[in-house]
């Protein structure tokens, strides 16, 4: 027991000191490699903790190498635009001033509501509200909204109608059937299965953008004056 408590402590000295040297980026927005990089440092650190057998020796050396690496990755990383881009990857727009880049979307295996979703906890909550937006390499999320889009965001946009198909819960949330946006549709000579995303807040406005084209705003009147 006692050896056990005396590599543990070792080894938690070691990683203390990696982790360090490897620089502030390591602990907080990892870049691909890094997250690789430090999975594999905690699954060597595990080995010599947990199994005796296994010489101490072996899993300091194991980590030290993988710092080693990191140290020459990071240095390839720094050289130039081409290797940064083939290591990180690279910044995707998926906002633009002509609504959302599908295919931005779809090269970084996302959809529209994980787009919506990433909006809402930057604070966006309507698709008109934003000038651009980007997923970092990293995985962040950030957003360049309109200059006064806090007006654009009077009540709660919800997804009615995302890849041509119907939000369910979300028409029964809103109280208002599929009969009546596909009417919406009929008259601005849309198609259903041609819509990429169809958001509706509750004081009429219509966010819709098709496949491949810009985005339109409309106001309608919902049946019955009905809001939310």
């Known amino acids: 027991m006692a050896l056990i408590m005396v590599r543990t402590a070792i080894v938690f000295l070691v990683l203390l000191i990696i982790m360090r040297l490897m620089g502030k980026r390591q602990i907080g927005e990892m870049q691909p490699f890094e997250l690789v990089i430090t999975l ?10 947990a199994d005796a057998s296994v010489p101490l020796l072996y899993g300091v050396v194991s980590v030290v190498t993988i710092f080693v690496l ?10 130039g635009k081409p290797f940064k881009a083939l290591l990180s990857g690279k910044p995707s727009v ?13 090269r970084n295996r996302l959809d529209v509501s994980d787009l ?24 962040t999320f950030s957003a360049l909204p309109k200059e006064n889009y806090e007006e654009k965001q009077t ?18 949330f809103s109280g208002i059937d599929e ?27 219509i966010y819709l953008q098709e496949n491949g084209k810009k985005f339109r705003t409309l106001k309608v009147a919902y049946p019955g004056g009905r809001t939310w």
Request: with cysteine; proline share 2%.
């Open 116 to 139: 919506i979703e990433s909006l809402r906890a930057a604070g966006y909550f309507s698709l008109d509200s934003i000038d651009y937006a980007l997923y970092e390499a990293n995985g």
């Open 179 to 205: 009969k009546f946006f596909r009417e919406v549709l009929r008259e601005n000579g849309v198609r259903e299965k041609d819509v990429l995303v169809l958001t509706a807040d509750g004081t009429g406005k």
């Open 94 to 106: 998926v906002i633009n001033k002509n609504g959302i880049d599908a295919y931005e979307l779809k």
């Open 70 to 79: 990191h140290e020459i990755v990071t240095l390839i990383d720094l050289k």
């Open 155 to 172: 009540s709660l946009p919800l997804v009615i109608l995302s890849a041509g198909k119907f939000d369910k819960k979300n028409l029964q």
């Open 40 to 49: 594999l440092i905690s699954e060597l650190a595990c080995i010599p903790m």
